[in-house]
């Protein structure tokens, strides 16, 4: 079975007629039973589009093979060979085989992380399987599956339209039109039509852009139209953070520079100097092994993997590495409000009858578990007809689903339509049985720019015409009240207000009878001279944490806006439970900004905190805004309305539970339980994710400099012997230190990185910080350590005394690096503030460098291969106390830098 044919005939599915559809895939239009659905997943396979194979581990292997230093070091063991230095060679061989290992097994847990996170990320799908209407993984979809579209999915498979209601699909993705194509299932085509001209039918890949539709699947997977096309419908695969290429740029430059200098400088000490042409190949390696940071982009690769597995923890799912990194500079959230500051469970509170009688509602959330009281009194069998005719138009003019399945309430659908339903429910109205007494003819489906829904029901050879939405809107299409009472517009408004004011979201619901029957076929008249029912009132309570999470941002510098399409008064009133705005000089319209020349609007931006009744196209408006001003901005967004400014933000993030497919593939971040608490453990985890990049880099260059500075200030003097031979230098930089920067890389968070302000976006990660930390610490112990080596050295050398200067000087090297990462663990506070029982991990790499050093230093295998020998006692203690001499010096740089830049 293809897309495009069936299983027993060349026809294309959009030329057949539904029932022919359905019967070649013998289903039915209430749905298959999930026997019948496991059996043909098991025939078809699962509903997912061609993809490239992940690496193989050995192509992961290979991959640890391919750069320059690799080169260098695979060279050098072969001249050691051929000078018949086997030990030498050997051991090269051996660190580069142990490098591959580690690499490779990094590399593989990383793939299989993205894997992980990537089935976190798929989208679902509404289908109907025992006849109910359930949601379900895309992948579990199969032909014949009764599938509901609704705006804002991104279509799962390919579909056979059975019913619509002013559905518009963008298929640019498979046609290149630019605009949304209007679909009609009624519509029938020649076999050879065209795809863009098929308009019963909905493509996988395609967006629904408006409407909804029912239909039935016809292809899934590989034999989907773009299944059959190989293309990778979510997008390519996120390329390198910015951060991470330029740290491989850098370490390429200075691999250059640092190859140039050897060469240089080995000349010298042939031509100029007493060095033999041996001598100074094994320095040239060894400066190279030494300058060359060969382990920052992988350190840095396991930073960033480190921080992608700690917010995936915390709710946020990380789409593109670079988010990691962005979001340590965000500077303002532009928030909806709906669903990330609130619950997004909406409930009735209150009704306003259309004589002015109030209703309360008890209960909270969509399990219509509470009751209808009326003066202190609950409300039985539906209540008295006014409020009967107001819980009837609520439930019957709705589009949602709210049953009982095995104990526990479902739902689909809109949440104001879902709250209407609880509300029904309250009163002992379903809307399954209203149905059959009223039955559903035509409707007009909601969509923001109508701010209003209608359905139209037969009742006694006449028509019942039932509205829903906005007090402004439906106000305007009526022309009298019921129960009697006086129709009041201006007092009904003012109303509706005070109802607004008090945060309450405020529909307004209204009926009519239209004397003669409409058929389903024809497009509904536009509703008018309605009778006004009531005002519903409903609450979405904010969400735990959300006022905490407001003053986190506020206290580290990170400034917050809501943009919501909802009224001004309601706005203002959570913005002010929010602790966000306090007074209406801080709300801004649609409208009013609107009118705002083009020039003011960034200091407008600056001063607004609550944007209300905007349009998705103010929203990027407001977000380009704040570019200019110079924010870095993260957006948060769940519509299809709100990609543009997703992909115009900074950071785009998605929301993972009630967000629609487009709006999850625009952005950088998904948040997993929309709640805009997460937002800021992403922005805490972001700012802990670049300190530890720092840390990491810091410690690298730091000791990697040091050594250098140690080779170059024997090469000044003219030392005869090498400080350390290449050995030794390959087994402090990739095996002792190269155990303690991955370990650096889990360091938690410090405590205070909410009480810092954001670091500009255009920081340099080299800033002068950086610069002059490294120089003082480099410094420092390229000299304590080029004096020692000096110091164990006698003035006429026997080999011996050069192996026990050496054995001495590799020791104070690794004792420097296991104290100098007590330095690096924070840039601001002291080593002695820091309790080293925070990170176990970080405990254990250090000790675990330490004592795999010791083993080197009394073990044969280890004697033999670096060159080492037991350490006396008197030598231990006067090396540690060199080596404790790093503290203090980092310690006076750390107290000189605050005083200086706390002025």
């Given at each position: 079975?293809?897309?495009?044919?069936?299983?027993?005939?060349?026809?294309?599915?959009?030329?057949?007629?539904?029932?022919?559809?359905?019967?070649?895939?013998?289903?039915?239009?209430?749905?298959?039973?999930?026997?019948?659905?496991?059996?043909?997943?098991?025939?078809?396979?699962?509903?997912?589009?061609?993809?490239?194979?992940?690496?193989?581990?050995?192509?992961?292997?290979?991959?640890?093979?391919?750069?320059?230093?690799?080169?260098?070091?695979?060279?050098?063991?072969?001249?050691?060979?051929?000078?018949?230095?086997?030990?030498?060679?050997?051991?090269?061989?051996?660190?580069?085989?142990?490098?591959?290992?580690?690499?490779?097994?990094?590399?593989?847990?990383?793939?299989?992380?993205?894997?992980?996170?990537?089935?976190?990320?798929?989208?679902?799908?509404?289908?109907?399987?025992?006849?109910?209407?359930?949601?379900?993984?895309?992948?579990?979809?199969?032909?014949?599956?009764?599938?509901?579209?609704?705006?804002?999915?991104?279509?799962?498979?390919?579909?056979?339209?059975?019913?619509?209601?002013?559905?518009?699909?963008?298929?640019?993705?498979?046609?290149?039109?630019?605009?949304?194509?209007?679909?009609?299932?009624?519509?029938?085509?020649?076999?050879?039509?065209?795809?863009?001209?098929?308009?019963?039918?909905?493509?996988?890949?395609?967006?629904?852009?408006?409407?909804?539709?029912?239909?039935?699947?016809?292809?899934?997977?590989?034999?989907?139209?773009?299944?059959?096309?190989?293309?990778?419908?979510?997008?390519?695969?996120?390329?390198?953070?910015?951060?991470?290429?330029?740290?491989?740029?850098?370490?390429?430059?200075?691999?250059?520079?640092?190859?140039?200098?050897?060469?240089?400088?080995?000349?010298?000490?042939?031509?100029?100097?007493?060095?033999?042409?041996?001598?100074?190949?094994?320095?040239?390696?060894?400066?190279?092994?030494?300058?060359?940071?060969?382990?920052?982009?992988?350190?840095?690769?396991?930073?960033?993997?480190?921080?992608?597995?700690?917010?995936?923890?915390?709710?946020?799912?990380?789409?593109?590495?670079?988010?990691?990194?962005?979001?340590?500079?965000?500077?303002?959230?532009?928030?909806?409000?709906?669903?990330?500051?609130?619950?997004?469970?909406?409930?009735?509170?209150?009704?306003?009858?259309?004589?002015?009688?109030?209703?309360?509602?008890?209960?909270?959330?969509?399990?219509?578990?509470?009751?209808?009281?009326?003066?202190?009194?609950?409300?039985?069998?539906?209540?008295?007809?006014?409020?009967?005719?107001?819980?009837?138009?609520?439930?019957?003019?709705?589009?949602?689903?709210?049953?009982?399945?095995?104990?526990?309430?479902?739902?689909?659908?809109?949440?104001?339509?879902?709250?209407?339903?609880?509300?029904?429910?309250?009163?002992?109205?379903?809307?399954?049985?209203?149905?059959?007494?009223?039955?559903?003819?035509?409707?007009?489906?909601?969509?923001?720019?109508?701010?209003?829904?209608?359905?139209?029901?037969?009742?006694?050879?006449?028509?019942?015409?039932?509205?829903?939405?906005?007090?402004?809107?439906?106000?305007?299409?009526?022309?009298?009240?019921?129960?009697?009472?006086?129709?009041?517009?201006?007092?009904?408004?003012?109303?509706?207000?005070?109802?607004?004011?008090?945060?309450?979201?405020?529909?307004?619901?209204?009926?009519?009878?239209?004397?003669?029957?409409?058929?389903?076929?024809?497009?509904?008249?536009?509703?008018?001279?309605?009778?006004?029912?009531?005002?519903?009132?409903?609450?979405?309570?904010?969400?735990?944490?959300?006022?905490?999470?407001?003053?986190?941002?506020?206290?580290?510098?990170?400034?917050?806006?809501?943009?919501?399409?909802?009224?001004?008064?309601?706005?203002?009133?959570?913005?002010?439970?929010?602790?966000?705005?306090?007074?209406?000089?801080?709300?801004?319209?649609?409208?009013?900004?609107?009118a705002i020349p083009e020039d003011q609007l960034v200091q407008t931006v600056a001063d607004i905190r609550v944007f209300a009744r905007v349009a998705p196209r103010q929203k990027l408006q407001i977000v380009e805004?704040?570019?200019?001003?110079?924010?870095?901005?993260?957006?948060?967004?769940?519509?299809?309305?709100?990609?543009?400014?997703?992909?115009?933000?900074?950071?785009?993030?998605?929301?993972?539970?009630?967000?629609?497919?487009?709006?999850?593939?625009?952005?950088?971040?998904?948040?997993?339980?929309?709640?805009?608490?997460?937002?800021?453990?992403?922005?805490?985890?972001?700012?802990?994710?670049?300190?530890?990049?720092?840390?990491?880099?810091?410690?690298?260059?730091?000791?990697?400099?040091?050594?250098?500075?140690?080779?170059?200030?024997?090469?000044?003097?003219?030392?005869?012997?090498?400080?350390?031979?290449?050995?030794?230098?390959?087994?402090?930089?990739?095996?002792?230190?190269?155990?303690?920067?991955?370990?650096?890389?889990?360091?938690?968070?410090?405590?205070?990185?909410?009480?810092?302000?954001?670091?500009?976006?255009?920081?340099?990660?080299?800033?002068?910080?950086?610069?002059?930390?490294?120089?003082?610490?480099?410094?420092?112990?390229?000299?304590?350590?080029?004096?020692?080596?000096?110091?164990?050295?006698?003035?006429?050398?026997?080999?011996?005394?050069?192996?026990?200067?050496?054995?001495?000087?590799?020791?104070?090297?690794?004792?420097?690096?296991?104290?100098?990462?007590?330095?690096?663990?924070?840039?601001?506070?002291?080593?002695?503030?820091?309790?080293?029982?925070?990170?176990?991990?970080?405990?254990?790499?250090?000790?675990?460098?330490?004592?795999?050093?010791?083993?080197?230093?009394?073990?044969?295998?280890?004697?033999?291969?670096?060159?080492?020998?037991?350490?006396?006692?008197?030598q231990w203690l006067v090396l540690l106390m060199l080596s404790l001499t790093i503290l203090p010096v980092m310690e006076l740089h750390k107290w000189s830098w605050k005083r200086r830049h706390a002025r």
């Amino acid at each position: 079975m293809s897309s495009s044919t069936t299983a027993d005939s060349q026809r294309p599915w959009h030329a057949l007629p539904p029932a022919e559809v359905l019967r070649l895939l013998e289903t039915f239009e209430h749905g298959l039973e999930t026997a019948e659905a496991q059996a043909r997943r098991q025939r078809w396979g699962p509903n997912r589009l061609p993809e490239s194979p992940p690496p193989r581990l050995w192509q992961v292997a290979v991959r640890q093979f391919r750069s320059p230093l690799i080169y260098i070091l695979a060279i050098a063991a072969l001249v050691s060979l051929g000078l018949g230095e086997v030990k030498d060679a050997t051991f090269i061989m051996a660190v580069l085989l142990i490098n591959a290992v580690i690499g490779t097994s990094q590399e593989w847990k990383a793939e299989r992380s993205s894997h992980a996170l990537r089935k976190m990320l798929r989208i679902r799908a509404t289908v109907q399987r025992d006849g109910e209407t359930i949601e379900v993984d895309a992948e579990q979809l199969v032909p014949g599956d009764i599938v509901w579209l609704e705006s804002g999915n991104r279509v799962p498979a390919d579909i056979r339209l059975l019913s619509a209601h002013g559905l518009e699909i963008d298929e640019s993705l498979l046609t290149g039109e630019s605009l949304p194509v209007r679909k009609d299932p009624a519509w029938m085509g020649e076999p050879s039509q065209p795809l863009a001209d098929r308009a019963n039918m909905a493509y996988a890949g395609s967006i629904v852009t408006r409407g909804r539709a029912k239909g039935v699947v016809v292809a899934t997977g590989a034999q989907t139209s773009i299944g059959q096309l190989a293309l990778d419908v979510f997008g390519r695969e996120g390329g390198k953070a910015p951060l991470l290429e330029r740290m491989e740029r850098f370490t390429r430059v200075v691999g250059a520079a640092v190859l140039v200098a050897a060469i240089l400088i080995s000349s010298l000490g042939i031509f100029v100097g007493t060095y033999t042409v041996t001598e100074m190949f094994m320095f040239a390696v060894a400066l190279a092994v030494s300058a060359i940071p060969e382990g920052l982009p992988v350190a840095l690769t396991v930073a960033l993997a480190v921080a992608t597995i700690r917010m995936a923890r915390r709710g946020v799912i990380v789409r593109r590495l670079a988010a990691v990194e962005g979001l340590g500079s965000c500077t303002l959230i532009a928030t909806d409000k709906t669903g990330t500051l609130t619950c997004n469970e909406l409930t009735v509170r209150e009704v306003r009858l259309a004589n002015g009688t109030p209703l309360q509602v008890t209960g909270q959330g969509y399990a219509p578990i509470g009751q209808v009281l009326r003066g202190g009194k609950p409300l039985v069998g539906g209540g008295d007809e006014p409020v009967w005719q107001l819980a009837r138009a609520a439930v019957l003019c709705n589009e949602s689903d709210l049953h009982q399945h095995d104990g526990q309430w479902i739902w689909r659908g809109d949440a104001v339509d879902i709250a209407l339903l609880s509300f029904g429910h309250k009163l002992g109205l379903v809307r399954e049985v209203l149905l059959d007494s009223f039955p559903l003819v035509n409707q007009i489906p909601f969509e923001p720019e109508y701010q209003y829904s209608a359905s139209y029901h037969k009742i006694d050879g006449q028509t019942l015409q039932l509205v829903k939405g906005a007090p402004e809107r439906v106000l305007a299409m009526c022309s009298s009240a019921a129960g009697g009472a006086v129709y009041d517009r201006a007092s009904l408004e003012e109303s509706a207000r005070q109802l607004a004011e008090q945060g309450y979201r405020v529909l307004a619901l209204a009926q009519g009878i239209m004397p003669a029957p409409i058929s389903s076929d024809e497009a509904p008249p536009p509703p008018q001279d309605l009778e006004f029912l009531g005002f519903v009132a409903m609450i979405d309570p904010l969400r735990s944490g959300a006022k905490e999470a407001i003053r986190a941002c506020r206290r580290a510098g990170v400034l917050v806006t809501m943009v919501t399409g909802d009224h001004r008064v309601t706005a203002l009133a959570i913005a002010r439970e929010l602790d966000l705005a306090t007074d209406e000089r801080q709300v801004m319209t649609g409208a009013e900004l609107q009118a705002i020349p083009e020039d003011q609007l960034v200091q407008t931006v600056a001063d607004i905190r609550v944007f209300a009744r905007v349009a998705p196209r103010q929203k990027l408006q407001i977000v380009e805004a704040a570019q200019r001003a110079g924010h870095f901005v993260a957006v948060t967004g769940d519509g299809v309305n709100d990609a543009p400014a997703l992909r115009a933000a900074n950071i785009g993030v998605a929301m993972g539970k009630a967000g629609t497919d487009v709006a999850r593939e625009a952005a950088e971040l998904v948040i997993s339980d929309d709640n805009f608490a997460t937002i800021v453990h992403g922005i805490e985890e972001g700012r802990v994710a670049y300190d530890n990049v720092r840390k990491v880099i810091y410690l690298l260059v730091s000791t990697g400099a040091a050594e250098l500075v140690l080779m170059a200030l024997a090469v000044a003097t003219g030392t005869p012997y090498l400080p350390l031979l290449p050995v030794q230098l390959l087994w402090l930089n990739l095996v002792t230190n190269g155990i303690q920067h991955v370990a650096l890389a889990f360091e938690p968070n410090e405590g205070d990185v909410l009480d810092r302000p954001p670091r500009p976006p255009k920081q340099r990660v080299f800033d002068r910080l950086m610069m002059e930390r490294t120089a003082i610490a480099a410094l420092h112990m390229g000299i304590i350590g080029f004096m020692t080596f000096r110091w164990f050295l006698p003035s006429t050398a026997t080999e011996a005394d050069v192996q026990a200067a050496r054995n001495a000087l590799l020791l104070l090297m690794v004792l420097f690096e296991n104290i100098h990462i007590g330095n690096c663990r924070s840039e601001t506070k002291s080593a002695f503030a820091l309790s080293p029982l925070r990170s176990h991990t970080l405990m254990a790499g250090a000790f675990t460098a330490f004592l795999i050093h010791v083993a080197a230093i009394y073990h044969p295998f280890g004697q033999s291969v670096l060159a080492t020998q037991p350490i006396t006692a008197a030598q231990w203690l006067v090396l540690l106390m060199l080596s404790l001499t790093i503290l203090p010096v980092m310690e006076l740089h750390k107290w000189s830098w605050k005083r200086r830049h706390a002025r």
